[in-house]
């Protein structure tokens, strides 16, 4: 029996994990040979595809070169050469990049900066406020930001508090927005933490751009920060480069992870405004941000996170993305047809729905779901039975066609 105990594993209900000996494109195949299609991406976080070769290479390159340094007192090229092109591609507001390696740190990190910024301005901001339904990772700090519930309970006790506005359904919008108002008044009120258009391990919850506009434009009313956590939604998930794109929303503080090597290794960054790092730009010492982790911008992740911006210069990575969107709104209106699916819904190459009622994490179908296309060969991890697909983005139409059949049947059988 192996001793390796897995995340969000229930091991009493899922004693045998499926050995993956290797990947390609949209597909692993598994310790047996069997080949198993990826419809999220791994976590999220494949993009161009499992093992590409340009990715593959820059990293074997690099780990021979310069494997780790230190990066307090030292930079190297991959980190350097990665800032700057990945600074040219986002607003121009957004001028300094902190590095970190996984999506919890990315957020940690945001928070860090925000009441760092305040601090040392001297003034009292220091709460933070959060959408009802948000997830922003498994670390205490970030547990703290998202929703309570199932995940937290034991660890309540350790969470700080923070102020929840209500999720802005669409039709619900102002009862965010009054909430919003409510709170951004506080002069206590540091900054707004959310993922912008897409809730995604709250359930693929999607709201619409024009609200987000609107929240970030009462933020920047009352002097309250912008946060907005990116790592799911970062890198072409939702149709755009970013999800704040689709609303001109430039955020005071954003968190990037997940496709930011092309999922090919752990690396995470936190933008921010020029005035955030300038308030902790001192010769005082005690302003200096104290934050960092040993691998902390880890060359050879910075080499896989230069490689993967230099495949969306050099490959035709939008019309792609375009393409998978067009492929999920055919799957859109099965899945809209079928009277055991509810909620279906797509954002850009997401495709969500409920099988058989409303979307609930703890949902007693959720284990047989799960065995359901794990059976079909099919990467499909339902959050509850809410099930969605988040493909990399060389899966083909015919493949995602497969996937919306696999989730009409799952109707059908569970549903
Ligand atoms: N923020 C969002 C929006 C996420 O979806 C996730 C993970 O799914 C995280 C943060 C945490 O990222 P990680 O699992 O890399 O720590």
Known sequence: MSPIWHPFTQHALF??????ASAQGAWLTDAQGQRVFDAISSWWVVTHGHCHPHIVQAIRDQAGRLDQVIFAGHTHAPAERFA????ARLP???TRLFFSDSGSTAVEVAIKMALGHFRHRGEGRHRIVVLANGY?????GTMSAGERGVFTQPYDRLLYA????????PGQEQATLDALERFARNPETAALLLEPLVLGAGGMLFYSPGVLAQMAALCARHGVLLIADEVMTGWGRTGRFLACDHAGVVPDILC????????????AATLCREEIYQSHFSTDRRRTFFHSSSYTANPIACAAALANL?????EPVQDRIDAIAAAQAEGLARLAAHPKLSGARQSGTIL?????????????????LLRFFAERNLLIRPLGNTVYLLPPYCSTRAELSACHDAMLEAADVLG
């Not at 700057?84 to 600074?87: A, G, H, V």
């Not at 990037?256 to 690396?267: D, E, M, V």
């Not at 230099?310 to 050099?314: D, G, K, P, Q, Y």
């Not at 969500?352 to 047989?368: F, K, L, N, R, V």
Request: glycine residues 14%; proline residues 12%.
């Open 310 to 314: 230099e495949l969306w210069e050099t």
């Open 256 to 267: 990037l992870s997940k496709g930011i090597t092309g999922g090919h290794l752990p690396l």
């Open 136 to 140: 922003h990772g498994d670390t205490v």
């Open 352 to 368: 969500a729905a409920e099988i058989g009622g409303p979307g609930h994490y703890m949902t007693e179908s959720g284990p047989a």
């Open 15 to 20: 004693p045998a994990m499926r050995p993956i």
């Open 84 to 87: 700057e092109k990945l600074l």
């Open 92 to 94: 121009d507001a957004l």
């Open 162 to 169: 923070v102020d929840r506005i209500p999720f802005p359904a």
